[in-house]
């Protein structure tokens, strides 16, 4: 066999006697520089058998897409190929033949994905029916640590429940001293790519006969054993909060993530990988797990987003209900926080751990009230360094804003219905915009109104949806040129004319999401304000103030070199949020002063065909106006928003 398969496998498909050779020949595939995967060759073999792969990130999805075809091409020499014999009185091939109802000598092209989780060896098979369609999965252990898993694995699916959604049935079991292995039906579908449907089956889950101290339940035994010295205070706390509280146990799964369940819909979903599982598990804990664990290893986000994810969930109503039906409303909080523990503590997770650890600390600090640790002093660094890292911090701020979470399905009326419930409200809307229309056709042509025409879009987005905002602000992004071009034929050319369009309508949606942003927060239940934390100073921000005066600079000189009637908004309100957000609201005052005097003065000095003292007031005012507008809504957001509590460490 090929020297990227272990000897254990050769040997697990070697049998004792003389019996019928069984040829198999694969494409052997890494993945982060280890044997991942054994693909049969041919195209539709080879696709069939990345079916036992749940890709989850962008990258790995559109990899497994096109390798059953990169396999048929010249570029397959790059994939080892393995060709192997084996025999037909092997224990395993007698067990897989037994499992599709064919000889062994005739089993169809098997895939294999190689799982190699610290000590254990473990292997699991793909078998197909005459036909080529997957019919069994095959879990087998290998090695003393992966029999032992595979055993106690098989011996929980024994004992799963019938009647329950989501849980998967062993259709065979192969115990010998050489492998341990199960099998079971193989279920198609999708894994899911947020939690839409999923309360149906955490509600089925629930143990609707008696409730029981939460002291009493398996996983909280082993919490309170493992939980080591840096977080004995905050254990402390949450075993206080929690004392004496009563909860309705639930089917317990312990790894419930995207890449361990299929789902065809709401009502037709199978669960995988139960070694961690329990019959009397904590509520709630699957669904925190789902959430967290897909924010942190298969969308790579931050702990600030991922916390965002977590608040998002716990304040929706979908958990509220389910929180009421297992007994656990009033202990959300620390029930996730408890589970964020067990994870570290008890589970160990070889990736992903250094940002659970900050999660469970930035909640612990929003939650509790505890201070963040001190990051340890770093070496000395230059200057340089320095800066890199505070703009660094300041751009993944600025990035957050534009962000929203998306693990916690939420189910948005379609326009035809929201319009006729809503009709009263655009009226309104549609009366404003009118009016700010007609008052502009009447005005100089190079008076500004975008602040009038922000009041009927923020209507709409917070009355109703900030699609609509965002349809009205289209209309008021093209009206105002239009109008403008009308009063003064030839003043904007279509290019100047596409460009302020472009740059009006990014100001409105800057202002109209930090609105969407502040209503989301204010329509969670009972949503607790963020506690305010100062962001620090010029000394630990010297670096975002010196960028942020240079940008500004810069578009002040873009704007002055370029045709009079252009516009920057969009430009000249970066800085302005950058300071807001990393440092405090007065500087982001202090910076909007300055770029409402730039460029006004700018758009002053430049027209020589409407240099007139009002009209230069009239901007003034509403260039301010404007920009003040969108920086209070931020340092709105910045201190609600669990994602901008908080500095990054080592930042």
Known sequence: MSKGIPPIIAALFTGQGRAQPVAFEWRLIFRQGRPFMLLPCGLQPARTGLSLYSAQRRRAKIWRRILPQLLQTPLARFFEHVRFQGDASAEILQFMAQQVAMPAGRIFPIAIKLSDV?????????LCDEGGRPARVIKAGLNDAGRAATDLEADFLAQLPADK???IRMTGRLSTPRVSAFATDYFPGTSPHDDAGLEHLFHDWLDQDESVPLAALPVWSELAAAVGEPHQKAWRQIHSALAGKTVRPTLYHGDFAPWNIRVVNSRNLQAFDWERGSLRGMPGWDWFHFTIQTAILARRYSAERAAAEVEQLIYSSRFQKYAAAAGVSDCVQPLVLAYLLHHVWVTKPLEGGQTTA???DLLCAHWLDNPLPVPAAASISSLWVEA???LKSATDQLRNLFWEPSLTARSRPALGAQLLRHWPVMMLAGLLFAVVAVVQLFSRPHLMFLPFYLIPCALLTWKIDRRWGSLAAAAAALIGPVIAHTRQPGYLQPDVMTWNTLMRFLTLQICLLFVGQIHRHKELS??????????????????VVLAASLLLAFTTALDYFTPPPMTFLPLYLLPCMMLTLVLNLRWGMAATLVATICS??????TNTNDRVLEVFGWNFIMHLAIFLLAIILLDRIRRENIMFAFRSPNR
């Open 600 to 605: 006004s003065l700018v758009q002053y000095y």
């Open 388 to 390: 890199v890292n505070q």
């Open 526 to 543: 009972n949503h607790p304000a963020a506690p305010r934390h100062p962001l620090g100073n010029f000394a630990r921000n010297w670096a």
């Open 165 to 167: 959604l989501g849980c």
């Open 358 to 360: 900050r999660l469970f």
């Open 118 to 126: 610290g000590t254990r060896s473990r292997l699991v098979l793909l």
